[in-house]
């Protein structure tokens, strides 16, 4: 047998207590396979007197993870702490430029300083690697960085937060409200205590930033991605989508175009018979459109202590057999500059929602508006909905409103921004218009 290879695990919760479980699962078969053994030479966390779900008598504890991440007994830095900065950011640099291997699940850390921590591990000559930090236990980064390199990749999407997913499956199966769901989410324990972060898209952009970059061998630039959450999908809207034959899904989507990369995280309809609208609940799925391979479609558990340590697993065993890579599949000085593509000029088809005032002119007025700016109608649906819009009586009276939902042929972002702001602003619309765009599979 080789030498073992010597790990230092910083951060002990959901996901470090996952990965000791897993060693002391699997540590034999993995040390016959690899022909060596992995050994947990140190471990750090906040506290040390906390109950945990594993033993960790016996396995030498460091106070401080920035000692760990640079003692000497260790090869390689697994750093399950989170957050963008602090201690995760200074051991993990630390680690790196003690020459040590760095494994990590921290999507946060990777999408703000991506770039500039795959230039420390290559100018240190040590891996970076990163695979439990986007869609937990779906081996996404393996599949780009090494399966599919021998494509040009036009397209990467899919749905990356599995708290979304959850929400919009029980809107859509129960048919409740948002907030309600949202509240049986936090009773729960799959939604934090403050959403936003999940909610407001914001977790799907960290991870899309880092699938971009792979894909498209780009600088992480994850401030140009255009995030929008899913506060303001309603009950009515899962209904409309239902009736025309789609799923709402919460996507993160990155679009090679000849003006730049396109990246955007936004509610979108799927249609309803696609492989990506049946993942519901807490699953995560990405499709990746390759050149040369066609679309191939990954899904499986996006987070949890058992998927993610797999991740994490998959990383040290690289890093036993010697397999190190470009953390994003190229040098870091050769990674080009994003090229972010003007979402106006985004082409595609469009869900459109308005509460109408039912008077005389109305339609013709909102389909004139359309008009002017080219965007043409594939669909239009006015009629008493079965859904219970907030506002509009089951039986309208004359000039309440009602609900009208428009599909539009395709057309630019501009475009139907311009005709919807005419149309709110004309006056015949009780609420602000919802638009909702249609993502092509
Ligand atoms: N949970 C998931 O399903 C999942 C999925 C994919 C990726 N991730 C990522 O994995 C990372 C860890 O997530 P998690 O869910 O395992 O978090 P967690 O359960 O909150 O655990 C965080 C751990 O970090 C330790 N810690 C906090 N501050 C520390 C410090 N200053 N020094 C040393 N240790 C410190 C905590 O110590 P104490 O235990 O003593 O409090 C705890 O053990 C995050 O980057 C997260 O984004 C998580």
């Known amino acids: 047998m080789s030498q073992p290879l010597k790990l230092g695990i910083a951060g002990l919760g959901t996901v470090g ?78 680690a790196l430029k003690a020459g040590k291997h760095v494994v990590t699940a921290n999507k946060a850390l990777l999408a703000k300083h991506g770039t500039e921590l795959a230039r420390l591990a290559e100018a240190h000559a040590v891996g970076l690697k990163f695979e439990a930090a986007v869609a937990g236990g779906i081996p996404v980064i393996k599949t780009l960085r090494e399966a599919l390199a021998g494509n040009q990749i036009r397209r990467v999407y899919g749905i990356l937060n599995g708290t979304c997913n959850y929400i919009f499956t029980q809107m859509q199966e129960e048919h409740r409200a948002f907030a309600e769901v949202l509240k049986e989410a936090q009773d729960k324990g799959y939604a934090e205590a403050d959403p936003t972060f999940d909610i407001g898209g914001f977790d799907t952009a960290h991870k899309l930033a880092l699938l971009t970059s792979l894909a498209f061998g780009t600088k992480v630039a994850l401030d140009q991605i255009h995030v929008e959450g899913i506060q303001g999908i309603s009950q009515a809207d899962i209904e409309a989508a239902d009736d025309l034959g789609y799923r709402i899904k919460l996507l993160g989507v990155a679009l090679l175009t000849d003006s730049g990369i396109e990246q955007r ?67 870091a000085a050769e990674l080009k500059p994003y090229r972010r593509a003007r979402l106006g000029q985004h082409q595609g088809a469009y869900y459109v929602r308005l ?19 080219g965007v043409s109608l594939e669909s239009i649906v006015q009629r008493r909905p079965r859904w219970a819009l907030p506002g509009i009586d089951a039986r309208p009276k004359p000039g309440a409103p ?22 709110h602003a004309d006056g015949n619309v009780s609420e602000p218009p919802q638009m909702i765009r249609i993502e092509p599979l």
Not at 30 to 55: D, F, H, Y
Not at 271 to 283: F, L
Not at 296 to 321: M, Q, Y
Not at 357 to 365: I, K, Q, T
């Open 17 to 94: 207590a996952g990965l000791l479980q897993l060693f002391q699962e699997h540590g034999a078969r993995l040390a016959l396979a690899l022909g060596r053994e992995i050994t947990i030479a140190g471990v750090s966390a906040r506290s040390r007197q906390k109950k945990r779900s594993v033993a960790i008598e016996g396995l030498a504890w460091f106070e401080e993870a920035e000692r760990l991440a640079t003692d000497p007994a260790i090869d390689v830095f697994v750093e399950l702490i989170g957050g963008e900065e602090g201690v995760a950011r200074a051991s993990v640099e630390a």
């Open 355 to 373: 509460s109408v005032f039912d008077r005389p002119g109305a339609m013709a007025s909102i389909a004139g508006r359309m008009g002017e700016r």
């Open 265 to 331: 995280v936004h509610p979108a309809m799927v249609p309803k018979h696609s492989a990506i609208a049946e993942v519901s609940g807490v699953t995560n799925c990405i499709a990746i459109d390759g050149d040369f391979v066609g679309n191939v479609l990954l899904a499986g558990p996006g987070a949890g202590a058992k998927a993610t340590a797999s991740a994490v697993a998959a990383d040290i065993l690289d890093i036993a057999r010697g397999a190190i890579s470009y953390p994003f599949g190229l040098p």
């Open 402 to 423: 009602t609900a009208v939902i428009l599909i539009t042929h395709e057309t630019t972002e501009e475009a139907i921004r311009a005709a919807l702001n005419a149309i």
